[in-house]
Nanobody, 120 residues
Framework: QVQLVESGGGLVQAGGSLRLSCAASGRTFSTYTMGWFRQHPGKEREFVACISWSGGATRYADSMKGRFTISRDNTKTTLYLQMNSLKPEDTALYYC?????????????WGQGTQVTVSS
């Protein structure tokens, strides 16, 4: 089992950047595929990106390619999401997830979420 705690959300102007972090507890972090999802108010949670257990492979939703970068540090049991060129439509609650599948990425554990708000 793994517990996930996100941080790094906040308010940023359009065109700006944020880096989200997800701290994981538990010694099995390095065995999980990790990912990020986001949820807009009143909408379904949507896939953002995922990364393999080693960090050697990544996958992104089309709308995030080239703007977002997912990474992980297994020695720190932490997952990251670097978000650049942010747009108002990126405003959402962002969730960290740990899973065991690649495509589609299916989450077994979720964090509580961190709010990202992009002003125009």
């Amino acid at each position: 089992q793994v517990q996930l705690v996100e941080s790094g959300g906040g308010l940023v102007q359009a065109g700006g950047s944020l880096r989200l972090s997800c701290a994981a507890s538990g010694r099995t972090f390095s065995t999980y595929t990790m990912g990020w999802f986001r949820q807009h108010p009143g909408k379904e949670r949507e896939f953002v990106a995922c990364i393999s257990w080693s960090g050697g492979a990544t996958r992104y939703a089309d709308s995030m390619k080239g703007r977002f970068t997912i990474s992980r540090d297994n020695t720190k049991t932490t997952l990251y999401l670097q978000m650049n060129s942010l747009k108002p439509e990126d405003t959402a609650l962002y969730y960290c997830a740990a899973g065991s599948t690649w495509y589609p990425f299916t989450a077994d554990y979720w964090g509580q979420g961190t709010q990202v708000t992009v002003s125009s």
